[in-house]
């Protein structure tokens, strides 16, 4: 194009030289609100939409999840997620030698948040271990495993209940924290032998009418015992029954459904796995009746490498259960893993069907 002279020209190389300063503006402007829409969604923490069972899982940080031998609580549509922080090295104690006990130093009790089950934010160790007074409970050379908490609407308490033991676990106590938020700080109130009887393994589980009760390896972990706990769920009460006599049952989970009770359990095989177990029972108080190994698929019979933990029932749907498990590596307990796996229901009772990947359904 050939220009006329003069201003007009000066004139229109000025307003071609103003446009391609907008339009350079313009597309910048462009650029950049394109980066800000666009990059984030690739450099952000990535969202779980699905389980993977014994992969690294991660939180909301990014940082691998630290909630071992946990359980759940589902209060004002927040899951929390309670578990053994295990970090550290990890070493044989000469007093366990003879059945392989290792373990780490005791850090404490994590609490992580979720709305979905995927996602989980960390909230913070929310009961820590003590760190100066190797006389306590909670001494970070003592056990402290398998943390469950309950809510109790009439206290309007959260209460923890755990497993508090020496290294040796000759201690064989459970112990009880309470906290008016979920996500604590718990205080620690102490542990005992409930009804004088040793208490290993536990979990806790809470019927529809609000009674609570303890479920705990007991007797040198030959025989559970189920007691009920006190209505404000901080001790137990004189009513237990002794289940599973001689079966040598650990790592307890629990559910109801359709007014039967089922449990999942493990042998007494330290930190290696061995073959579920699993029974149904009419009423808390027995009889229970053994069901046998609910799980199937590649490595059932060592119950896919893991141990159960918790039985998590999905809020909001009558019939959908999630097993807990932990997968643990004893000689690197830190990176002992999550197998969270769903609960097909039978006539009869209920199985847990190895899936690589799954989520629930909509
Ligand atoms: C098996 C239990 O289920 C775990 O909680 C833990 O106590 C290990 N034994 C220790 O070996």
Redesign the pocket.
């Known amino acids: 194009m050939f220009a006329a002279p003069g201003v007009t020209l000066r004139g229109d190389i000025m307003k071609t030289t103003k446009n391609r300063r907008w339009a350079v503006g313009i597309t910048g402007a462009v650029l950049a609100a394109w980066h800000i829409l666009c990059i984030p969604a690739h450099t952000a923490p990535v969202g779980h939409t699905q389980f993977k069972p014994g992969e690294i899982w991660t939180d909301t940080r990014g940082t691998p999840i630290n909630a071992h ?1 946990g359980g759940i609580l589902y209060y004002d549509k927040v899951y929390y997620w309670y578990g ?1 922080v295990k970090t550290g090295k990890t070493w044989l104690p000469e007093c ?1 030698r003879s ?5 780490v130093e005791t850090v404490g009790i994590s609490c992580y948040s979720s709305g979905d089950l995927y996602n989980w934010k960390y909230e913070g160790n929310v009961l820590p271990a003590v760190q100066d007074d190797p006389g306590h409970e909670l001494h970070k050379s003592k ?1 402290l ?2 943390p469950k908490v309950l809510y109790n609407a009439a206290a309007r308490r959260f209460v923890m209940w755990m ?1 508090v ?1 020496s290294q040796d ?1 000759s201690l064989a106590h459970a112990g009880v924290a309470t906290s008016s938020s979920p996500t604590g700080p718990f205080q620690y109130l102490g542990s005992f032998r409930p009804n004088g009887a040793m208490s ?2 536990m979990t806790v589980f809470m019927d529809e009418d609000g009674k609570a009760y303890l479920f705990h ?1 007991s007797e040198n972990n030959a025989t559970m015992h189920i007691c009920l706990l006190t209505a404000d769920y901080l001790k137990p009460t004189e009513r237990f029954v002794r289940v599973f006599e001689g079966r040598s049952m ?2 307890p989970a629990v559910f109801k459904h359709q007014g039967r009770y089922y449990l999942m359990a ?1 042998g ?4 290696a796995p061995n073959e579920a177990r699993s029974a149904v029972a009419e009423s808390i108080w027995g009889p229970w009746k053994e069901l046998g190994n609910p799980c199937r698929g590649p490595q059932a019979e060592s119950t896919f490498r893991g ?1 159960s ?1 918790y039985i998590l029932p999905v809020a909001d749907r009558s019939s959908t259960f999630i097993l807990m498990s ?1 997968r ?1 590596i ?1 000689n690197d307990l830190p990176d002992s893993r999550y197998l969270w796996l769903p609960i097909t229901l039978t006539d009869k009772g209920f199985q847990v069907h190895w899936q690589t990947t799954w989520r629930l359904n909509n």
């Open positions: 031998g053994e366990n059945w392989n006990g290792t373990r056990v495993e398998r497993h033991d676990y290993r393994d390896a650990e790592a493990s007494c095989t330290g930190w141990q933990t932990d643990w004893q």
